[in-house]
């Protein structure tokens, strides 16, 4: 019993990681139909800002330095995004989506092999931005990382369900997931208003990176890869094109691997996670909150 | 019409094209941009072989190791032992007075895949001499390529026994997993004295796993002990608490971790986190890697006690080697050699040492050189190496006896501990 207990604990900084990935490919999914490949690197981005910002500020500023981290890698991920935007998918808005999905894959290589570059590849180890105390509640162990990512994972996707439900922009947001001619035919301001889907889903993935760090103390140039793989995974599990779906989807994928880590032959962790997948696509293939996301039900 | 109505057809074209950027310019920029990335890396690579000779044959020493990627920084310490020798050999006369040595290098990314189309590259260059991988799957994946090349394979690090076994070409500096894992056995049997262990194996290595394998055949049929839990993990990943949860369960002392340092230093972290506080921490020598102190220096000294086994400790008591080091030290400031280092400068060595009883540069000429020594006494062997400073043959699966170093994680450094050499027990079959 303890055994379980614990291991839905563990699951839980998985699930968390995987469920902010998500919404951020949800979104960018929901407004331009694109597979951002990009994604999972600009995570890393955000973790390699907490790396070296966080060890900077660590040593010399001791007050809030998690808070200050948060706040940085949070607004750089975010301009990143737009750059990427901006820069790289804009101009292909009216080609075939094929030359959209390249250019995301392009620039996914882009940011892989240019922070080797830059930074080397050796791999670094994430500052300790809040004290790494494990908190010992009954039969279970809850370390630190768990609860900060506890708090930004809800907090963050709180913040994005609100914008797409509850406000003006959100709308505007779901009447170009529906139909990206009318919206522009009724006035939208189609070019600004994608240009906030990224901002905010860059904002999402440099939060997750700094809480990701701080669980998992590991950052290397190549760190993006599976988590954004899996960040679409979810996606796909909990219903392309919906936020809670992808909530919805993070969490499960991530406890189906840890809880498969925890009962069955570790070998088989990563196998029965997409398996998963596999599965719940036989049977609902657009995920499991099979409902598009701009209606106001979910 | 309303203010943000469309009120041109420029603004409208405008809306739905994405701007007027030029599409081509910036995909040509951006094409540049990524192209332009490895080919510095390239140039930075190239600049650092050295011009060649005027008298001498320039004879090409190849190395097909990882210079990025997750195990990057093997690849690199082992380069910078292998220049160190071909550096000192080169201003000295070069090999036999008749060849100068030609350093190239072959990255293969820390990626299985790559190393197998480098490996083929490599062949095709004609390269007949070469250092081979950092780890022990990347060598048994591009086997093949080299025995049909018909290429001397200098194994520096890799423990797995079938490297040597399925590779004629193939002769080995250093121990197998055999006596790696008797080794590990044998200390954490009657050093620790310990009766039950957890082991925790990176899978997608065969070097760590045939050690784990070797260590649980030891541990349970020579010292009668017990193996309350066996995990795996693949290199790669991240989180650890779901197997960690289940080895905290059998309570076990002692977690035998045989894993490379970016897995090892998270594994020793998420055992705090789910509450399992083992006393002793044993591995093998992929945690040879000064990177594991960064990464976990306070868990793996203040935690737990951490041994793990390797060839050589940075605080070796031999002046061999303590000479050597200093040499080193000189050569590359900043940086402490020990095993990965010394390794790579052995491999050297040992290449040299073929060419020149060969007397041409070629891949064949250079196996039968290296074969008189099989199964010879170690006095009349190779000299001139770091870890085995009096002498190196072969037995006959192409591998030295030799002894192997226990060092402890102990004031931010790996400190010697003891040296034991099996002799034939270390190989011996236990089942």
């Known amino acids: ?298 | 019409m309303n203010a943000k109505g469309i009120s041109s057809r420029r603004h409208e074209r405008h809306l739905i094209t994405g701007g007027t950027m030029n599409r081509r310019g910036f995909l040509a920029g951006a094409g540049a941009l990524a192209l332009a990335a490895p080919a510095a890396t390239l140039m930075l690579d190239a600049a650092e072989t050295p011009a060649a000779g005027a008298t001498l044959q320039e004879v090409r020493l190849g190395q097909l190791v990882s210079y990025t990627g997750d195990l990057a920084n093997y690849g690199l310490r082992c380069k910078r032992g292998a220049q160190m020798r071909i550096d000192e050999i080169n201003q000295s006369g070069g090999v036999a007075g008749k060849f100068r040595l030609k350093y190239v290098p072959y990255d293969d990314e820390s990626k299985v895949e790559i190393a197998s189309a480098v490996a083929q590259k490599l062949v095709g260059d004609r390269i007949q001499m070469f250092l081979s991988t950092t780890a022990s799957t990347f060598d048994i994946a591009i086997n093949p390529v080299i025995k049909r090349g018909r290429v001397l394979m200098l194994v520096w690090g890799n423990t797995n026994p079938k490297i040597t076994i399925e590779n004629p070409y193939a002769f080995r500096d250093v121990y197998t997993a055999l006596t790696q894992g008797y080794v590990d056995a044998w200390f954490m049997a009657e050093k620790l004295g310990q009766k039950k262990i957890a082991t925790i194996t990176d899978n997608s290595n065969v070097g760590n796993s045939s050690t784990t394998d070797r260590v649980v055949e030891v541990f349970t049929k020579k010292y009668r002990g017990a193996i309350s839990a066996k995990e795996s993990f693949q290199e790669g990943d991240k989180d650890f608490r779901a197997q960690l949860t289940r080895i905290k369960a059998t309570g076990a002392e002692c977690l035998y971790i045989a894993g490379f340092s970016a897995e090892t230093a998270l594994v020793a972290k998420q055992c705090l986190d789910v509450g399992y506080k083992p006393k002793y921490l044993v591995g093998n020598d992929s945690w040879d890697d000064p990177n594991m102190i960064k990464l976990a220096g306070k868990e793996l000294q203040q935690d737990f006690q951490s041994y793990f086994t390797t060839a050589l400790a940075a605080d070796d008591p031999d002046p061999i080697f303590q000479n050597w080091a200093k040499k080193f030290k000189a050569k590359y400031p900043g940086e402490t050699p020990s095993t990965v280092e010394a390794q790579g400068y052995d491999a050297v060595q040992i290449g040299a040492w073929a060419l020149t009883k060969a007397g041409k540069y070629n891949g064949d000429a250079m196996r039968q050189a290296l074969e008189t020594l099989v199964n010879r006494p170690p006095q009349d062997g190779i000299k001139g190496l770091i870890m085995n400073p009096k002498g190196l043959t072969f037995n006959s699966t192409h591998d030295p006896i030799m002894a192997i170093t226990v060092v402890q994680i102990k004031n931010d450094k790996f400190s010697y501990v003891a040296k034991i050499n099996p002799g034939t027990d270390g190989t011996r079959s236990y089942s």
């Open chain 1, 1 to 298: 019993m303890d055994t379980i207990l614990q291991q839905l604990v563990n699951g839980f900084s998985t699930g968390a990681t995987y469920a902010m990935l998500g919404v951020g490919f949800a979104m960018v999914y929901g407004v331009l139909k694109l597979m951002n490949f990009a994604h999972g690197d600009v995570f890393m981005v955000g973790a390699f800002i907490g790396y070296w910002l966080g060890g900077y500020l660590l040593v010399r500023f001791p007050y809030l330095p998690a808070l200050l981290t948060l706040f940085a890698a949070v607004v750089v991920c975010a301009l990143a995004n737009y750059l990427i935007e901006r820069l790289g998918y804009r101009p292909l808005r009216n080609a075939p989506r094929l030359s959209m999905l390249l250019t995301a894959l392009a620039v996914s290589m882009l940011l892989e092999n240019g922070m080797q570059v830059l930074a080397g590849s050796k791999l670094r180890g994430f500052p300790n931005l809040i004290p790494p105390t494990v908190h010992h509640l009954g039969p279970v162990y809850i370390p630190n990382s768990s609860i900060a990512m506890a708090v930004v994972a809800f907090g963050s996707t709180l913040i994005a369900d609100s914008l797409v439900y509850r406000t003006r922009a959100g709308k505007a947001m779901r009447a170009i997931s529906f139909d990206l001619q009318t919206a522009i035919l009724m006035g939208i301001n189609v070019d600004a208003i994608i240009s906030w889907v990224f901002v905010v889903g860059g904002a999402l993935a440099g939060a997750a990176a700094i809480v990701y760090g701080l669980a998992y103390p590991s950052v290397d140039p190549y760190m993006g890869l599976l988590p954004g793989l899996k960040g679409f995974v979810a996606v796909a599990i909990g219903g392309i094109g919906s936020i809670r779906g992808a909530v919805l989807g993070g969490f499960l994928l991530g406890y189906a691997e840890t809880l498969a880590g925890g009962f069955l032959p570790s070998a088989l962790k990563d196998t029965l996670a997409f398996a998963l997948l596999i599965i719940v696509l036989m049977f609902r293939p657009s995920g499991l909150l099979n409902v598009p996301w701009f209606s106001e039900r979910v």
